[in-house]
Each structure stands twice: as structure tokens, then as C-alpha cells.
């Protein structure tokens, strides 16, 4: 593969990786404390599933970037690469949809449920959640244009 | 080898070709898992459209004669579901065009645009149904648990019956997920990059 085809996944890839990390760092030094009727409770990432799922997958995908960044690229590789990149992909497209949806609750509630929501008390806890779904978001799509762009690698199609 | 057939054209000299094995039982096993996958998504998206449950509760007494209010559980009052059904409802319409394409779809001469299209399609779709999924099941499992941090109380040990029948939705959406990543893995692996000599534009 010629060096001007790798550069823009090079590119992508870094990207991707900044992107990841950054979203793992900022949901786990996201923190806040509110105190009501004389009792504090602190918000954490450890305090739902979700985000602690949303933590290990950054950190998943972050690794695997960092891996594969400094692989050389042998045409034989490239499937698994390929298959590899969609796995990642689909880990960071699910994270970011799950964390969307519990901080959609914690922003509005949920009245049929009886949830109410909690960003008025914790709203420098919801900022960071905020920032961090942003930054995942942002990887999950460049790891997606990664993928589109191999496959345009793969299929070289004629100009007509 | 005699069951390889070039698809596309290629420029002169020793480049990449993509090749694609026309093997029958790769075809009919790609098939048979899209079909799968199609009912599998397609009664993610039923189970869950039509999951609703009702309950009466007793607010209060006057006199002798209880007051009942009805309480609703459906699954729009959750965004999470709402798009729940919307990406398995996309997915199983993709399932069905893909199935229907490689019924029919050898007397259509598209160019060589049918091999790029459906992994990109393929991969678009395993990506919206992933996103679909897990956030119906982070939010089932919100549920189930509730999160005493937040003071969010479980609704399942009341809506029993709407709970069961979310997670079986769920449970038919992860298989056609599954399913779905096995054919896009295996459309993926039957791309093949070989280096060609002289291969000119078929006739």
C-alpha cells in the first residue's frame, strides 16, 4: 500500500486515539458533590453501570489505537485489520449510545418512571459526562471513516 | 483457480485487483445466516412495539369505593426503546433488500457497485443495531436495578410482564446482531486483494 494511502488512516488514527483517551479521563475525573437536607452525596462514574462499561470501552479502544498504530501494514493483515476495526467500532458505537441514554434520564428524568433528574444538583458531573460522550462520539466517527476509506482501498474501482 | 472470477477492471501493470470467490456454499451460507438475522430483528422490532402493560392502582379510599388509576407502561415513554425499534426496524428492512438482492439479483449487472455496496451497508447496519441494542439493555438493566446514587427506584418488580417482554426483544436483537457481524465478517473476507498481471476489462 503506497504511503499516500496510509497517511490519511494514520491521520484517522491518531485522532481516534486522542479522542478515546480523552473520553476515558474526563468520565472518570468526572465528580461532584451536592448536599441535600444536611446529607452529601457525591456523583461519581462509579455510580452507574453504564459509565463504568463506557470507561473500559475507551480504554479497549484506546489501547487497540495505540496497537495498531504502530503495526506495519502487510497486505495479508488487512482483512483481519478490517474485521478488528469493526469490532472496535461497533464497541465505541454502543457505549456512546447507552451513555446517551442514561444521561438523557439524569438530564430530563423519566416522569412515566418516576425519575427525576439530577443534573440541577450535580451540574459539574453532567458538564464532564457531557464532554467525555463528545469526545467518544468523535471516535466513534473517525474509526467509522477508517473503515469506509479501507474498504475504498480494497475495492479499487475503476474510474469510468 | 477456476471458481474465482475478476470483477472489476484494472490498469495495466502488477496492481491490486479485487477479486471475489464465487463459491456456492459461501452464497448459500451467507443467505441462510441473513435470513436469521431477519427474523431475529424483525421480532426485536415486534416484541417491542407492541410491549405495553397496565396497571391499576388503588389512590385512594372514599368511603367504601377505592379510587383506581391506571398506570401505563409503553415503550414510548423511553427514548432508548423509541430508537430501539426504529434501528431494528431499519436493520430488518436492510436484512430483507439484502436477501431479496441475492435472490434476484444476478440478472441486474450493476458493475461492480453491488461489491462495495453491501459491506458498507452491511457495516452501517451492524452499527446502528449495536447502538440500538445496548442502549435498550443499559436502560432494562437501569430497570431492573434502579440506581440508589440518582434515588431512581426499579420499575420491573411492578411492571413485570413489560420487563420480560423488553428483555426477550432484547435478547432477539442481540442474536440478529450477532448474526449480522458473522455475515459482514464473512462479505469482508470474501474481498480479495491479488495482484494482477495484465487483466484487462471483461467482455
Given at each position: 500500500m503506497t504511503l499516500a494511502k496510509r497517511v490519511p488512516i494514520f491521520l484517522l488514527r491518531l485522532l481516534a486515539l486522542g479522542a478515546s483517551v480523552t473520553a476515558a479521563v474526563v468520565m472518570v475525573?468526572?465528580?461532584?458533590?451536592?448536599?441535600?437536607?444536611?446529607?452529601?452525596?457525591?456523583?461519581?462514574?462509579?455510580?452507574?453501570?453504564?459509565?463504568?462499561?463506557?470507561?473500559?470501552?475507551?480504554?479497549?479502544a484506546g489501547g487497540y489505537t495505540l496497537i495498531v498504530l504502530f503495526c506495519p501494514s502487510k497486505v495479508s493483515l488487512f482483512r483481519f485489520l478490517l474485521v478488528s476495526d469493526l469490532i472496535v467500532t461497533l464497541l465505541l458505537d454502543s457505549s456512546v449510545s447507552a451513555n446517551i441514554a442514561i444521561g438523557q434520564v439524569g438530564k430530563h428524568g423519566n416522569s412515566h418512571a418516576g425519575w427525576l433528574p439530577i443534573c440541577n444538583q450535580v451540574p459539574k458531573f453532567c458538564n464532564h459526562v457531557a464532554g467525555a460522550l463528545i469526545a467518544n462520539f468523535v471516535a466513534s466517527l473517525a474509526y467509522l471513516v477508517i473503515l469506509l476509506y479501507s474498504l475504498h482501498i480494497v475495492l479499487n474501482l475503476p474510474k469510468p | 483457480m477456476a471458481d474465482e472470477k475478476v470483477v472489476e477492471g484494472a490498469e495495466n501493470g502488477a496492481c491490486q485487483t479485487p477479486v471475489v470467490s464465487a463459491n456456492k456454499a459461501n452464497d448459500w451460507l451467507i443467505f441462510l445466516l441473513r435470513l436469521f438475522a431477519f427474523f431475529a430483528t424483525v421480532s426485536a422490532t415486534v416484541v417491542m412495539a407492541i410491549n405495553k402493560q397496565t396497571l391499576?392502582?388503588?389512590?385512594?379510599?372514599?368511603?367504601?369505593?377505592?379510587?383506581?388509576?391506571?398506570?401505563?407502561?409503553?415503550?414510548?415513554?423511553?427514548?432508548?426503546?423509541?430508537?430501539?425499534?426504529?434501528?431494528?426496524?431499519?436493520?430488518?428492512?436492510?436484512?430483507?433488500?439484502?436477501?431479496?438482492?441475492?435472490?434476484?439479483?444476478?440478472?441486474?449487472?450493476?458493475?461492480?457497485?453491488?461489491?462495495?455496496?453491501?459491506?458498507?451497508?452491511?457495516?452501517?447496519?451492524?452499527?446502528?443495531?449495536?447502538?440500538?441494542?445496548?442502549?435498550?439493555?443499559?436502560?432494562?438493566?437501569?430497570?431492573?436495578?434502579?440506581?440508589?446514587?440518582?434515588?431512581?427506584?426499579?420499575?420491573?418488580?411492578?411492571?413485570?410482564?413489560?420487563?420480560?417482554?423488553?428483555?426477550?426483544?432484547?435478547?432477539?436483537?442481540?442474536?440478529?446482531?450477532?448474526?449480522?457481524i458473522i455475515v459482514t465478517v464473512i462479505s469482508i473476507t470474501k474481498l480479495r486483494i491479488q495482484k494482477s498481471q495484465n487483466y484487462s476489462r471483461l467482455p
Open positions: 475525573s468526572a465528580r461532584d458533590s451536592a448536599q441535600v437536607l444536611n446529607v452529601t452525596f457525591e456523583a461519581n462514574y462509579t455510580n452507574s453501570p453504564t459509565f463504568k462499561y463506557f470507561v473500559i470501552i475507551n480504554a479497549v | 391499576t392502582v388503588v389512590v385512594a379510599t372514599i368511603g367504601r369505593t377505592p379510587i383506581q388509576a391506571s398506570v401505563t407502561a409503553k415503550f414510548q415513554h423511553t427514548p432508548a426503546f423509541i430508537f430501539f425499534v426504529i434501528a431494528n426496524g431499519l436493520a430488518s428492512i436492510h436484512n430483507l433488500l439484502m436477501l431479496i438482492v441475492e435472490l434476484i439479483g444476478h440478472k441486474f449487472d450493476f458493475k461492480g457497485l453491488r461489491y462495495l455496496l453491501i459491506p458498507i451497508l452491511d457495516m452501517l447496519n451492524v452499527a446502528l443495531v449495536s447502538g440500538g441494542t445496548s442502549a435498550a439493555v443499559f436502560i432494562g438493566e437501569l430497570a431492573r436495578n434502579g440506581n440508589s446514587h440518582a434515588k431512581w427506584n426499579k420499575i420491573c418488580d411492578k411492571f413485570s410482564t413489560y420487563c420480560n417482554h423488553g428483555g426477550g426483544a432484547m435478547i432477539a436483537s442481540s442474536i440478529g446482531l450477532v448474526l449480522m
